[in-house]
């Protein structure tokens, strides 16, 4: 007996990582043929890849995440700062469309406007002879980032196999027959680059390498180099000019290393050559399963973090294009965990340490040329992808955006200085791999001075969330940076005597009131991010106990900066006077940043502020483009209204063109802004976390925007800041049922729950009073609301809640129950 349980359980440990349920697959009945948006990501950070699943021609789309076209490069405008006083007099003068004018020209950027994230090409597998076949199936299982292909032809079985490895830096496909000597295929690069050359070399080696594109006057000086080769079990590998042929093969394993010579944005003397030989003969060293299995332990070791459950139904055995399909319509919890671990999936994938941050498409482009660059748009898309890593507990791939913030904080003081006099550093409203600040576009679009305020808030928020003042310490510089740039850059209002942005803009949106010009003096998106900017670096300071007249300094201005005002349609005004059109369905609602991101909004501490958020967004109306779709789930979870947060789930996970003029998703759960912007998926994933979780207002706040289609459930493993994390979260009926919260760095645990709490040792929980005592939850209060006196405020329906504070030590797990 005793021996039989023993080879049991080695053989559920030697499986373990191969057997997985449904729940975590993405999968199909059908292969992609040439739509792009049918193919499954897969990808490590430093590479993605693109699986078609094709049977006859199969397509594995490659990007590596340096391969950019151009080359360092600045593209500051110095014309500006002898501009800077009539634009700032016109825009003050109500004369805003003749300042736009004047921006365009002494403003906007005389050279590059960013350059393009180019795709290396594509491997592709062509199999004779495999024109008809049945059972078809393919999958993306994100418990384990592999993609799998199976089919049957002339009664073989075939599979095949794609991981983009973690630890090995290499993509590698498994390709299997079940019957001997029955694999044959071709394998060879495509590519849409024109300085480029695809060869064999003697030793059966598949290379392609070439050099990126110039684009607006900046040479390309990415070298890139691919370099694929295959190993067989029984059979050949031979090779013609361009391709590796292989025959009689019971089982191929082919491995793809790709490299540049991208160093750092001021650096590209790196070798290609070198570097993806070096990829491929670590890993061609080692058999598929000895890459398999560390792959699926480095992948683990984020994904396992969180487990989601919000019940299952018959939908889950469909193919998720159907269910995609039917989702408006049925109830299907399952595909919104299963969309909730995808978008943490596509963190895991397109953003790790030491590698470039997750671009407009995550690394996942197949185009030359493709839409807005697929850079990084600063004035909320980058930002947006960020939104999951801490609260979804991906902490550590928050890495490569604040390096590229620290980046951009050493780019930046240069195009403060040179366009605006201004000490300190700061960026408009774009940048790309060479950390390029300057204006792009046109002034209606990049005349934003605040991309370096707003980006380096996710520095602050990586502190509270992890509790490391050492690292506040080290970033500490870049905090008081952006906080210099804002205290030299702001002007004093002529008529209203506060100190405001000029030029300022709230993005991309105009009143009709400024005959359709972007920009104005003190938006209230700019007065938020400039309260948040000097808010931070004052307790930052305060908390290293240094810089103290500095931070007396940043009070002083803070003070006079604009408040939040509330216009006559009871809204929350987006620019300083009371312009705003309730019929105005834009898609970016950039003065609701103060609801969230950040947490100056809120329905306990300033009532009037929540009500009139909430009037903005219902004048803005829910369907727009994927990415306004997922910030308006995190502002309804917010303002606490869960059924109004899954109408835009429900809108957002709907194949493209159901709702009309609005985004979607596409059937691999991409989201389409359109086209794919991967943005919409992280704030959707974001926008969960918060309608379960918030840690905003003082408080851990629990189930705060449960809507009525999740009343049972589990979450475990979400993180709040202060260094807690939420290990365990369970509900019934809408009940809170059981909290476990772990703390890491200890302080008071403030928890805000929608029923009574106990906690299982009957002690340690007591009704709250007073100000939270722990130091990072404390919020800087807003100056008061100014109220139009036509307003008409509605009170928003603030359900009741139960405060209860913990006293908690670093390193200890606190139970509670509910009812
Ligand atoms: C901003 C948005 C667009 C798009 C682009 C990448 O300009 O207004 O909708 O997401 O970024």
Not at 7 to 28: D, F, H, I, N, P
Not at 534 to 547: C, G, P, Q, V
């Amino acid at each position: 007996m005793r021996n039989i349980f023993s080879l049991l359980c080695m053989t559920v440990a030697l499986t373990g990582y191969s057997q997985t349920s449904r729940e975590q697959k993405l999968w199909y009945d059908k292969p992609s043929g040439n739509v792009w948006e049918n193919a499954l990501p897969i990808g490590n950070g430093r590479l993605g890849g693109m699986v078609y699943g094709n049977v006859v021609d199969e397509r594995i789309q490659l990007n590596e995440h340096t391969l950019w076209s151009g080359g360092p490069n600045r593209n500051d405008n110095p014309d500006a700062l002898a501009a800077l006083p009539e634009i700032r007099q016109l825009i003050f003068d109500g004369k805003q469309k003749e300042a736009e004018k004047l921006a365009n020209k002494a403003i906007i950027t005389k050279k590059s406007h960013g350059q393009m994230f180019q795709p290396l090409g594509e491997l592709r597998l062509t199999f004779p002879g495999h024109e008809h076949y049945t059972n078809y199936y393919r999958e993306l299982d994100i418990e384990r980032a592999v993609a799998k292909t199976t089919y049957q032809v002339d009664g073989v079985n075939y599979t095949r196999e794609v991981l983009a490895s973690f630890p090995d830096r290499v993509i590698v496909i498994r390709l299997t027959a079940d019957q001997r000597g029955k694999l044959a295929f071709n394998a060879t690069y495509t590519s849409l680059h024109i300085n480029k050359a695809i060869k064999t070399i003697p030793t059966k080696d598949l290379t392609i390498e070439g050099t990126a594109s110039d684009h607006e006057g900046v040479k390309g000086v990415v070298r890139f180099k691919g370099v694929t080769r295959i190993k067989t079990e029984g059979g050949t590998v031979s090779a013609n000019d361009t391709a590796l042929i292989v025959k009689g093969a019971d089982a191929a394993t082919i491995y793809i290393s790709i490299a540049t010579n991208f160093k750092n944005y001021q650096d590209v003397s790196g070798d290609e050559h070198a570097l993806a030989a070096s990829y491929l003969n670590k890993a061609y060293s080692k058999s598929y399963a000895a890459i398999l299995n560390p792959h699926i332990a480095a992948y683990h070791k984020y994904f396992k973090r969180v487990k989601f459950d919000l019940g299952k139904t018959d939908q889950g055995n469909l193919p998720t294009d159907e269910r995609l399909r039917n989702f408006r319509n049925v109830n299907d919890p399952e595909l919104v965990t299963l969309y909730y671990q995808y978008g943490r999936y596509l963190l895991i994938s397109s953003s790790q340490p030491g590698g470039q941050p997750a671009n407009l498409q995550g690394i996942w482009n197949n185009k030359m040329r493709p839409p807005w660059d697929s850079k990084y748009t600063i004035n909320i898309n980058a930002q947006m992808n960020y939104w999951p890593a801490e609260r979804a507990n991906l902490s550590e791939l928050h890495e490569p955006f604040l390096k590229m913030v620290e980046e951009l904080s050493q780019t930046g003081l240069e195009t403060a200085k040179s366009m605006y006099g201004a000490r300190g550093w700061m960026a408009h409203h774009n940048t790309d791999i060479w950390r390029a600040t300057g204006a792009i576009d046109g002034a209606f679009w990049g005349m934003w001075i605040a991309g370096g305020g707003w980006t380096s808030q996710h520095l602050w928020q990586h502190y509270l969330y992890q509790g490391d003042k050492a690292y506040l310490a080290k970033i500490y510089p870049i905090l008081k940076g952006a906080a210099t740039f804002y205290a030299d850059f702001l002007v004093e209002h002529p008529k209203y005597h506060w100190l405001v942005t000029n030029p300022g803009s709230s993005p991309e949106n105009a009143p009709a009131a400024h005959e359709g010009s972007s920009l104005d003096a003190g938006t209230t998106m700019d007065n938020q991010i400039a309260f948040d900017v000097f808010s931070n670096t004052i307790r930052a300071a305060e908390i290293l106990k240094k810089d103290a007249a500095f931070a007396d300094t940043l009070k002083k201005i803070r003070k006079r900066l604009p408040p939040m005002h509330v216009g006559k349609h009871g809204q929350l005004q987006e620019w300083l006077d009371d312009v705003d059109d309730p019929n105005d369905h834009h898609r970016h609602v950039s003065h609701l940043y103060g609801l969230f991101p950040s947490d100056q909004i809120s329905a306990y501490r300033t009532p009037e502020l929540f009500s009139a958020a909430r009037t903005t967004l219902l004048h803005r109306g829910d369907v727009s483009t994927g990415w306004s779709m997922g910030w308006k789930v995190n502002w309804w979870a917010r303002l606490q209204d869960g059924n109004h947060a899954f109408a835009l789930i429900k809108n957002q996970l709907s194949p493209l063109g159901t709702t009309k003029e609005g985004g979607g998703t596409y059937n691999n759960l991409f989201d389409a802004h359109p086209p794919f912007q991967i943005d919409g998926n992280f704030g959707c994933t974001s926008g969960i976390t918060e309608m379960l979780m918030q840690s905003a207002d003082g408080a851990v706040h629990l189930l705060p925007a449960l809507p009525d289609v999740w009343q049972t459930g589990s979450i475990g493993g979400l993180l709040a800041q202060g260094g807690f994390e939420v290990v365990r979260l369970e509900w019934k009926e809408g009940k809170l049922t059981k909290v476990e919260v772990k703390s890491k760095v200890g302080g008071n645990l403030r928890l805000r729950v929608p029923n009574q709490l106990k906690s299982v040792d009957g002690r340690s929980v007591k009704i709250a009073s007073g100000k939270n005592s722990n130091e990072f939850y404390q919020n800087e209060e807003v100056a008061g609301a100014i109220i139009s006196s036509n307003a008409n405020l509605s009170s928003p329906d603030i359900k009741q809640t139960f405060i209860y504070d913990v006293s908690t030590q670093a390193g200890k797990v606190y139970v509670f129950v509910g009812p």
